[in-house]
T-cell receptor, first 111, second 114 residues
């Protein structure tokens, strides 16, 4: 069964640095998403992306965040200037419609 | 609002028993519901979904029940196995409103004792 893949599995960065998290969605999927999960908490919606534009974003997804689909296969999440509170697991997901399939996540640690 | 934190509801069962995990949802306009399983250090794994025009849906060893009157969702796992040990999340979506934002519940930790 095809899977969503994410790289890197773990990213450590210093506060104020930019990070790019990468995802390869399932190939025939049209909708792409980013979620995050702070340790011990719920999975939280960040943003959805369809037809090369953001469909919806949460209040968490402020100007420090951006998403891009630079080519036909990758989907990226950029955090411009990381803060300590950005430390979390970041999950990419994709779907045709529903259900959405999640990747294994990238653990982001901001020091 | 719903509180979040380190303290998940827990359910401990013996291998071979049936498990029932419950979820209360808040948005009466939600019309699509999913159960995900999350093992430690991994992403949410799709288990089963149900739309609001149904009350029950069955998969392999799993059944989801939906009670829209009381806004309650349950996941039944038959003959629970040690590999079923994980955190189980329900998630809801209002496809008539936002088709994109899937809202997750707090999760239930299921522990299966051999």
């Amino acid at each position: 069964e095809p899977e969503v893949t994410q790289t890197p599995s773990h990213q450590v960065t210093q506060m104020g640095q930019e990070v790019i998290l990468r995802c390869v969605p399932i190939s025939n999927h049209l909708y792409f998403y980013w979620y995050r999960q702070i340790l011990g908490q719920k999975v939280e919606f960040l943003v959805s992306f369809y037809n090369n534009e953001i469909s919806e974003k949460s209040e968490i997804f402020d100007d420090q965040f951006s998403v891009e689909r630079p080519d036909g296969s990758n989907f990226t999440l950029k955090i411009r200037s990381t803060k300590l509170e950005d430390s979390a697991m970041y999950f990419c997901a994709s779907s045709e419609l529903d259900p959405r399939r999640f990747g294994p996540g990238t653990r982001l640690t901001v020091t | 609002g719903e509180s979040v934190g380190l303290h998940l509801p827990t359910l401990s069962v013996q291998e071979g028993d049936n498990s029932i995990i419950n979820c209360a949802y808040s948005n009466s306009a939600s019309d699509y519901f999913i159960w995900y399983k999350q093992e430690s250090g991994k992403g949410p794994q799709f288990i089963i979904d149900i739309r609001s025009n149904m009350d029950k849906r069955q998969g392999q060893r799993v059944t989801v029940l939906l009670n829209k009157t009381v806004k309650h969702l349950s996941l039944q796992i038959a003959a629970t196995q040690p590999g079923d040990s994980a955190v189980y999340f329900c998630a809801e979506n209002n496809s008539g409103g936002s088709n994109y934002k899937l809202t997750f519940g707090k999760g239930t930790l299921l522990t299966v004792n051999p």
